[in-house]
């Protein structure tokens, strides 16, 4: 069976997809769509924007669902996929590749869900951390003998957690995992605390949104990083989408799955190539590509 992933934020590159707009017709007119709907031009900053522009969070998730979904497009009949699965952000990408939402819809809502989490991060000083080799369980007592706010946030491949909370208890938080045997635990350029209890008022925001779009019934199951399970009902879609802003990204939890329930192959769809790097450690006799 053929899983298609989908990377989320931290995958951007100056000069991500203009060879799809230079070279497709159907890419080209997608990537003028979404310039409109935006109200912007995020072509220009995707093409030819600076390493600062493309880290604005209200640049980078929009740009990396577009670099994602319309490289999806671009693939015709060669694109069917058995199961699908997001990244983070990239869960959105995944949900217009299986159809649960409208290239439009998609965009609009990676669009409020950028702007929601960017006043979050504005409204509290925050980040997060990686931290390596380091048993989960492990880390996770650690974060919980902490009096500040710090959660794991990514599982990203056994050995590899990345931590998000408070600029206090991040710092706190790589002290003692270091001392707790840590190979490493690196502060990460990232703009605040994401999948932590921080992004609570941003996961206000994005609910409104998601309650009001409507969800159709997908081509195929797509596994959720809130609770790393097989969901096909677009309810539980929406709720799972909603939780995720506040929840940890089960990404080992969920390949484990989409492996145990027959995936063979994984087809990383979008900027980079991450996830094939992360499936690779989490599964050792499976086929890894990109799109």
Known sequence: MIAYVFPGQGAQFT?????????SESAKALFEKANDILGFRITELMFAGTDEDLRQTRVT???????????????????????????SLGEFSALVANKVLS????LRLVFARARAMQKACEKEPSTMAAILGLDDQKVEEIC?????????????????????G?????????????????RRALPLKVGGAFHS???????IELADAINSTVFHQPVCPIYQNATAERVTDPLRIKE??????????????????????????????????VLQGLISKIGKDVTVAGA
């Open 103 to 106: 290239f439009e819809d998609g």
């Open 15 to 23: 000069g991500m997809g203009k060879d799809l707009y230079d070279k």
């Open 197 to 203: 209890p921080l992004m609570e008022p941003a996961r």
């Open 61 to 87: 998730q929009p740009a990396i669902f577009l670099h994602s979904v319309i490289l999806a497009s671009t693939l015709g009949e060669d694109f069917k996929p058995d199961m699908v699965a997001g990244h």
């Open 166 to 182: 408070s600029m206090k208890g991040i710092e706190i938080a790589c002290e003692k995992l270091k001392a707790g045997g840590a």
């Open 144 to 164: 919980k003998s902490i009096d500040e706010i710090v959660v794991p946030a990514n599982y990203n491949s056994p050995g590899q957690l990345v931590i998000s």
């Open 240 to 273: 799972n989408l909603i939780a995720q802003l506040t929840a940890p990204v089960l990404w080992t939890q969920l390949v484990q799955r989409m492996i145990a329930d027959g995936a063979t192959h994984f087809i990383e769809v979008g900027p980079g190539n």
